[in-house]
């Protein structure tokens, strides 16, 4: 089944410019939420450590597409139920069904969840991942497609993909990790397929911060509504130009960021800012 963003329940309240809201949306799939702005996604099979099926891919792929037109969702976080944040696909609803497809079946099936990571860069909301215990497989690329990650010192991070005899360069990490922790680290995790816990990752820079167990969640939307109440046009401006500048040259990127700041400061909130700081006020920022 799919979950055209246009289909999405909750998501008919159509508003000027094509713009949705999710207030009613009701997840089939995982867990939903919606609070004051923050959006909590949750991996929601913890018996079998949270892992993702045919149809939560396609669930979670269509939600991040139907997250560019949602004018009530400021940020995102993603977590997983119980004590796991994702143990990746799962072993007898994807992987099994896997060794009996032909090639072109595959490729449908890969592209697929490369279009999971790509909605996710490229919905404008930040996105927070919470996690805690395992963070395995596709969960590791779910933690590592968010733009912020939270960990517990129990985080199990692994890029297993090499265990079950598959390229570590799945979903994108080829490009990604490195990006986050460095090349040498993250070929070694690539090619070895092992985990980190949560005070390696820190330390390498896979995790911003590290929580109790207990307090990770809260932690995490706590920071998801610090950007919620921010500058939520000029945030989803940031994450566009950290994603486009991976390609770009120094002057190439000076340019782009130059006709962004300038999208900006025509901006209601830049003016809100302003007069706030001449009447020495803290500015209430309203994302237009």
Known sequence: MH????????????????????????????????DAGVATITLSRPERKNPLTFDSYAELRDLFRALAYADDVKAVVVTGAGDNFCSGGDVHEIIGPLTRLDMPGLLAFTRMTGDLVKAMRACPQPVVAAVDGVCAGAGAILALASDIRYGTARSRTAFLFTRVGLAGCDMGACALLPRVIGQGRAAELLYTGRSIDGEEGERWGFFNRLCTPEQLLGEAQAFAATLANGPTFAHGMTKKMLQQEWNMGVDEAIEAEAQAQAICMATNDFHRAYHAFVARERPRFEGD
């Open 3 to 34: 979950y055209l963003p246009g289909d999405i329940s909750g998501a008919r309240h159509r508003l000027p410019g094509g713009r949705n809201s999710l207030a009613g949306y009701a997840a089939q799939h995982f867990g939903f939420a919606l």
